[in-house]
Structures are given as structure tokens and as C-alpha cells.
């Protein structure tokens, strides 16, 4: 069962860089609700490039690689110490953007009535939750 649970997250980072991947080269669909705003308007926080969102996408990519590693669904690369690290390190990563860093991301921000915000609360952070228990299920295994 655990197994599938890693499945289906490698999944999602899946379609999360494929999301990424589509900003990157000028889609809009759904950026308005990605990026954190500023509590009096709608301009975002911040203004991410190109390589930066192919770069986030690219991270996605190997998260998603990196856990099917770690259930040996991915046989071209073998699970080793590496990997397990690499799990506890995402693990971490995803636990404090759950957190968030206190003022537009996470539980503990301080603007919460922007589309984001409220996005983030519902879906984002608790999503982030799950990502780290993913990983770090994912790093006993």
C-alpha cells in the first residue's frame, strides 16, 4: 500500500513539472493562483524567469524519479544510502514550505486573505504535508 502511495506522489511532481514546464513557455493557466501576492494588490510577490520555473519543473522531474527509485520502479537506477538521503532531504524541504517562512507561504503566514493564501491553506500546505511524509516514508523503505 505504501508503495502505491509513493506511486501516486511521483505522479503528481509529474504533473507538477509539467505545470511548470507550460509557464515556463508562457502559459498562464492557473499562475494567478501559484504565486503569492502582496497584501494590497495583485502583483505578485515575485516575478520568476523562465529557467527558474524549467528549473522547478526539472526538480520535479527528479523528485518524481527519485521516489520510484526508492520503490525499485525505476530500474535503470538502483535505491542506495544516496537516495535514502535524498528522501529525508526532501522530506525536510517540503516540511518547511509547509511551514512556510511567515509572511505570504505556509501555515504560519501572516497574509491570509490573498487568492493565494487561501489556496495555499487549503491545498498548498497541506499538500507540502504529504510530500514530506511521501519522502520520508519513502527513505525507510
Not at 36 to 44: A, G, I, M
Not at 49 to 66: H, Q
Amino acid at each position: 500500500m505504501i508503495k502505491i502511495l509513493i506511486a501516486i506522489t511521483s505522479l503528481v511532481f509529474i504533473i507538477i513539472g509539467m505545470l511548470h514546464v507550460f509557464w515556463a513557455f508562457g502559459g498562464s493557466w492557473g499562475v494567478n493562483a501559484a504565486l503569492p501576492t502582496k497584501d494590497d494588490s495583485k502583483l505578485p510577490v515575485l516575478q520568476p524567469r523562465m529557467l527558474g520555473t524549467l528549473f522547478i519543473g526539472l526538480l520535479c522531474f527528479f523528485a518524481s524519479i527519485l521516489l520510484l527509485v526508492q520503490i525499485d520502479l525505476f530500474v535503470v537506477i538502483k535505491s542506495s544510502p544516496l537516495s535514502k538521503w535524498l528522501c529525508i532531504a526532501g522530506g525536510i524541504v517540503f516540511l518547511l514550505r509547509a511551514i512556510g517562512e511567515g509572511k505570504y507561504v505556509g501555515f504560519f503566514k501572516k497574509i491570509k486573505h490573498t487568492r493565494f493564501a487561501k489556496q495555499d491553506t487549503v491545498f498548498y500546505s497541506p499538500l507540502c504535508v504529504w510530500i514530506s511524509l511521501i519522502f520520508l516514508l519513502a527513505s525507510f523503505i
